[in-house]
């Protein structure tokens, strides 16, 4: 029982981070085979992924009109 509950925390956070490079692929306008390999890596090493795109994401930058 506890070993399925784990189970199904992982993969539910695995898919939460898969998701979130997907959305972050197209907003950044990635094309659709890059976003999905990076989504499948991401899937398989989601904690390292995670770590790196806090690191590696680039500032805001704000507009002045």
Do not use: N
């Not at 990076?38 to 992924?49: G, H, I, K, N, T």
Request: net charge positive.
């Amino acid at each position: 029982m506890l070993g399925s509950l784990i189970a199904i925390a992982v993969v539910g956070a695995a898919s939460f981070c898969a998701g979130w490079v997907l959305r972050d692929a197209k907003a950044r306008r990635i094309p659709r085979r890059k976003a999905f390999t990076w989504a499948a890596l991401q899937f398989v090493e989601w904690p390292l992924f995670l770590w790196l795109y806090h690191r590696a994401r680039p500032k805001r930058t704000t507009q002045s009109s």
